[in-house]
């Protein structure tokens, strides 16, 4: 089946830092791939989206490259802010699917 | 901005009572989905529907119904709530199935039966 593994958090980083979300994926077709970001006490957003191989999705200074060699979709940015934290999900659909697939989610603390 | 909206946010509630989540969404999709988030932040398919009339049940077992009467509707009930149900419930629709369709989520609700 299809799944999602991402990296375990937490994650805390101080204002600034570098940021790397890993994020790898199985799929029983060709999926597209997404981030979402939860926001304490919130929902889901989008965060980006990528839906073939070599695309990046970029959004808020936030960046993911599908690299369907590596079956990965790793989340950057270059410089945090204590506004980022939250909780960051890594999913993917393929087009049979009626659902997306989440992976566990990564939180995310930026210290000031 | 997505149109997909949840109430209440927040309810506490005592063991045994009936309770009804609300969702509502002003985008005209087909697609609904309820989402259970447990503590760990891993999110679980509860319920999903295709369209008016059409739901079925995800892929994590729950106690909780649902319709879906008209398309911008789909609220979830709990007969009678236990602590064991205590948790996150989000609600999020799409336009399509199809590998290129993303889906919106409402705010949630935070359930605490106590």
């Known amino acids: 089946g299809d799944s999602v593994t991402q990296m375990e958090g937490p994650v805390t980083l101080s204002e600034e830092a570098f940021l790397t979300i890993n994020c790898t994926y199985t799929?029983?077709?060709?999926?597209?791939l997404f981030w979402y970001v939860q926001y304490p006490g919130e929902g889901l957003q989008l965060l980006l989206k990528?839906?073939?191989?070599?695309d990046k999705g970029s959004n808020k200074g936030f960046e993911a490259t599908y690299r369907k060699e590596t079956t990965s979709f790793h989340l950057e940015k270059g410089s945090v802010q204590v506004s980022d934290s939250a909780v960051y999900f890594c999913?993917?659909?393929?087009?049979?699917?009626?659902?997306?697939?989440f992976g566990s989610g990564t939180q995310l603390t930026v210290l000031p | 901005e997505a149109d997909i909206y949840q109430t209440p946010r927040y309810l506490v509630i005592g063991t045994g009572k009936k309770i009804t989540l609300e969702c509502s969404q002003t985008?005209?999709?087909?697609?609904m989905y309820w989402y259970q988030q447990d503590p760990g932040m891993e999110l679980h398919l509860i319920h999903y529907?295709?369209?008016?009339?059409?739901?079925e049940k995800g892929d994590l077992s729950s106690e909780s119904t649902v319709s879906r009467i008209r398309t911008e509707h789909f609220p979830l009930t709990l007969e009678s709530a236990r602590p064991s149900h205590t948790s996150q419930y989000l609600c999020?629709?799409?336009?399509?199935?199809?590998?290129?369709?993303?889906?919106?989520f409402g705010q949630g609700t935070r359930l605490t039966v106590v």
């Open positions: 999020a629709s799409s336009e399509r199935t199809g590998r290129f369709t993303e889906a919106f």
């Open positions: 799929a029983t077709g060709y999926p597209s």
């Open positions: 990528a839906t073939k191989a070599d």
């Open positions: 999913a993917l659909r393929v087009g049979s699917a009626r659902q997306l697939t």
């Open positions: 985008m005209g999709h087909d697609k």
């Open positions: 529907s295709y369209g008016v009339n059409s739901t």
